[in-house]
């Protein structure tokens, strides 16, 4: 049996990728996905709700591979500023996750993503191996170790919340700051500690 979600949701993905949000339009995605326009509504409501589906795919896969690519023994100023540069760098050269850039779409993305607790289950997911790491960094002395485990947690979990405020900062300042203020959070967290 054709599963006709995952064809619509395979031809929305490719189209989003090639063309972005703006650019794809539902009776694009129909005709990639061999069906008619009135089966893709069966299945989504809307572009925007299928987009959705698409780019929180895209954003857990991007977060696998980065977690996947890190070498977890490098110290901590360069890990971390590592894997948000990184994580940058991957949102703006694909199409699909760009679009939390996007002005005009980014609010639902947002919402969508927070109703959806997106942070708690990616901090959930990888919360243990976190405190481990942080654990391993204070036995080897490479942070500070004046800070409780779960509060250098919720430093590590307050740079990703400063996203939710990346319109009050300015969408052309957000990605440049996300990484001078990881790089200041990272070298406060590191200083004095023997190297």
Known sequence: MINKKAEIFSAGRELFYAKGFKDTNISEIAKTAGIGVGT???YYSSKEELFLEVYFKE????KKRLLESMDWDSDPVTLITKMVTQNINEMNSNLIL???YNKELFSKLEQQFYQQDGLKSFDESNYGGKLEL???WKAEG????D???EMINAIFNAILYIDIHKSDIGMQYFPQ???YITEFIMKGLT???PK
């Open 177 to 179: 700051i996300m990484f």
């Open 59 to 62: 954003n857990e896969d991007l």
């Open 147 to 149: 800070i409780e485990d």
């Open 142 to 145: 490479k942070i500070r170790d």
């Open 191 to 193: 200083e004095d500690c």
């Open 98 to 100: 760009r679009e939390w």
């Open 40 to 42: 893709f509504y069966s």
């Open 134 to 136: 942080i654990k391993k």
